[in-house]
């Protein structure tokens, strides 16, 4: 059993800019630890699983090497990174390593995407599919939208009894079904064959065209649209329903969002992971993490919902709520950080008001999804959570609100629902 | 002026000239110079004048250099006439009165114009700073303005210590905590409650109000018995009402809040709260 992690490369997650500047957005941390850490430990959880492959057109980067390391010493299992040469879609990667995949006699695989947040019931799809008898079939794990947002995803239609996928439509214009595609996938190497095939079908087509990309573009294989619409209603391909939460983490917003439903998760599996109240400490409200390093006044009231990274410094009275603080960041005295992602060795002067505006997803709708707000609306940024870089300065007693601050910009004065180059 | 005639026994019963004062203004008061100012001339009545450099705002005052007796008034001139106005100050011979019907009567519209006619009516110029504070924005500023002419007349009255900063005035039974920093330009009224951490630049706090810790407070108004929660940033003349109460972790910019209410949400651009 194996597993291969999509991490995409330097053109794609262009919307978690600014952040994405400093380190691949894979490598973000959510809840604590890098994004593509909680696929890692949900993987390496299943029994028999032999190898993780991280598959992305990154550069080899340092971070990225760095992380490598460390998750195999941590999960004691085999990780490699293995580069795309170009951008070859959700398929085309996979199909390009397939010996790579298969090698050492694999019988079935995970496909995760990398830029989901999940409750990853990889055992339950393993069991799922072991039961229902077909070897060779493949399973995509789904859950349920509202009628609306669904139509932002992947729709799967499938039998209710069999649970086969009837019909797959990526992002629809109207409504199919409710029922989504969450971005994570059980294979088997039957599934090389179908990518095969659409290979085949796209250099064909290339050949009657006159083209100057070559046959680069014959690689690039998009699982949803090539290969999913295809196998709907042949039998072969099977939907996975869960409840468990999920979300996408496409932009910033989101990845708050998704260190809630982590942290919130911790607080039932991991609780030692989480902060707690204790004398001489800050006060913990709900679930925050905070990293060993960290140092906080013990008048600090953090949470709920809050991540503190290596080497923080949090002053007297300061209130930090919904919000991520990365590495090395400094908060000074009474200063209030709301709905907002501190950027790494930023720092905060005294009595300003760091705040956003969350984009969470109606908490009265079950299955209402977070929403991929676009950045401007009717000419005017759209509220949003507040983004401060990497090494950005702001001075005291200012006031930022629902903006985007660059890296390395020090501030001089308030600023509102503006993006600071 | 009608309420004049309505007290028209009570003014008049001694003989002496009186003092009349419109009560959104703030000076220094000079009543000893004004009354010699009005013996001197002998006229019915006199006024005090103040220079300002935005005159059509106002009433102008145009009036004779040596003698001070006024010629006529402007009403918000249009082209510049002069750089005088009325700032709200007179003294007034009991005579007065008989020019004055027990009616609803605008004393600048009617009454003085009539006077000036006459040749009765007589303007001092004012020392000193002059603030028409009915909007809570000049309020703000003419408590600047009194602040500053205390430091310079009695600066003993003025409050000193750790975490002060420029003219403040606090009432001895109000109680400011640890780490605070308060001013420049701040008024803490009787049994006002600062807890620790806060912040507080050019604001009035009335009696009984608490501003709660960590809290960042910036050309504001405060009104009685007000609660302010931790962490709550209020700016850009944010004025609330008696007994309001403003929840942890808000941001008010501009707010005008009217008595009594809750606030529980932000309020981000500057609106009127009922």
Redesign the interface.
């Known amino acids: 059993l194996k597993a291969v992690i999509l991490i995409g490369g330097p053109q794609k997650g262009t919307r978690f800019r600014p952040l994405s500047f400093e380190v691949p957005k894979p490598l973000f941390p959510v809840a604590g630890v890098p994004m593509v850490q909680h696929h890692i430990e949900a993987c390496a959880k299943v029994p028999g699983m032999k190898e993780i492959l991280l598959m992305g057109f990154y550069q080899p980067h340092e971070a990225l090497s760095r992380f490598l390391v460390s998750a195999q010493q941590e999960f004691k299992i085999p990780i490699r990174y293995l580069q795309e040469y170009a951008a070859l879609g959700t398929g085309g990667g996979i199909y390009h390593f397939r010996d790579q995949i298969l090698s050492g006699g694999a019988d079935a695989f995970f496909v995760l995407n990398a830029d989901v947040c999940s409750e990853f019931p990889l055992q339950e799809m393993l069991e799922f599919w072991q039961q229902h008898g077909d070897v060779q079939s493949f399973v995509i794990l789904g859950t349920t939208a509202n009628r609306t947002q669904a139509l932002n995803y992947g729709c799967i239609v499938a039998n209710a009894d069999t649970q086969e996928v009837q019909h797959y439509v990526e992002k629809p214009s109207t409504f199919v079904s409710e029922i989504i595609n969450c971005g994570i996938y059980l294979f088997t190497p039957a599934i090389f064959q179908h990518i095969g095939e659409v290979f085949q079908r796209n250099q064909q087509e290339l050949a009657l065209e006159e083209s100057s990309n070559g046959w680069q573009r014959a690689e690039v294989i998009r699982l949803e649209q090539d290969v999913f619409t295809a196998l709907a209603g042949s039998g072969k391909l099977y939907v996975y329903k869960t409840d468990g939460f999920w979300s996408q983490i496409k932009s910033a917003g989101s990845a708050i969002y998704a260190s809630r439903l982590y942290l919130n998760q911790y607080s039932k599996s991991h609780p030692e992971r989480l902060a707690q109240n204790k004398l001489g400490g800050p006060v913990i409200r709900g679930n925050v993490y905070i990293h060993p390093t960290a140092s906080i006044d013990s008048t600090a009231v953090l949470g709920p919902n809050v991540s503190i990274g290596e080497g923080v410094t949090v002053g ?4 930090v ?1 919904e919000s991520i603080v990365l590495h090395g960041a400094s908060l000074h ?2 200063t ?1 950080v ?1 709905n907002t992602i501190v950027g790494w060795d930023s720092t905060i002067g ?2 300003a ?1 760091v ?1 956003g505006t969350p984009s969470d997803p109606n908490p009265n709708d079950p299955y209402a999804k977070i929403d991929s707000e676009t950045l401007f609306r009717d000419g005017r940024l759209t509220p949003s959570i507040t983004i401060l870089g990497c090494s950005v300065t702001i001075p005291a ?1 200012v ?1 930022i ?1 629902n903006s985007i601050v660059l890296p390395h910009k020090e501030l001089s004065r308030s600023y ?1 629902n503006q993006i600071i180059l | 002026a009608g309420p004049l005639a309505l007290a028209r026994d009570l003014l008049a019963e001694d003989g002496e000239p009186f003092f009349v004062l419109n009560s959104d203004v703030i000076c220094e008061f000079p009543f000893a110079a004004l009354a010699h100012f009005h013996r001197q001339h002998g006229g019915e009545g006199s006024l005090v004048v103040t220079r300002v450099e935005e005159p059509a705002k106002y009433g102008v005052v145009v009036c004779e250099a040596d003698t001070g007796r006024i010629c006529r008034f402007v009403e918000k001139p249009r082209v510049f006439v002069s750089n005088k106005i009325n700032a709200g100050l007179y003294i007034f011979n009991p005579g007065i009165l008989q020019r004055i019907q027990l009616r609803p009567t605008s004393i600048e519209k009617e009454i003085f114009p009539a006077m000036a006619q006459d040749g009765q009516l007589y303007a001092m110029e004012l020392q000193g700073f002059w603030m028409d504070i009915g909007q809570p924005k000049d309020f703000l500023t003419g408590m600047c303005m009194y602040l500053q002419a205390l430091r310079a007349q009695h600066p003993e009255k003025l409050h000193s210590g750790p975490g002060v900063v420029g003219n403040v005035l606090v009432d001895p039974s109000a109680r400011i905590g640890a780490n605070c920093v308060i001013g420049p330009n701040v008024t803490i009224g009787a049994g006002v409650v600062v807890e620790d951490g806060v912040r507080i630049k050019r604001c009035t706090v009335l009696e009984g109000a608490r501003i709660r810790s960590h809290s960042w407070l910036e050309s504001c108004i405060v009104g009685w018995s007000c609660s302010v929660g931790q962490w709550v940033r209020m700016e850009n003349v944010t004025v609330l009402g008696e007994d309001v109460i403003v929840n942890d972790e808000l941001y008010l910019n501009g707010a005008n809040v009217l008595p009594h209410k809750s606030i529980t949400e932000s309020v981000p651009e500057p609106r009127i709260i009922m």
């Open positions: 007297a009275g300061v209130r709520r005295d009474h209030c709301l005294r009595w008001r705040e007693e006031v609100l509102k």
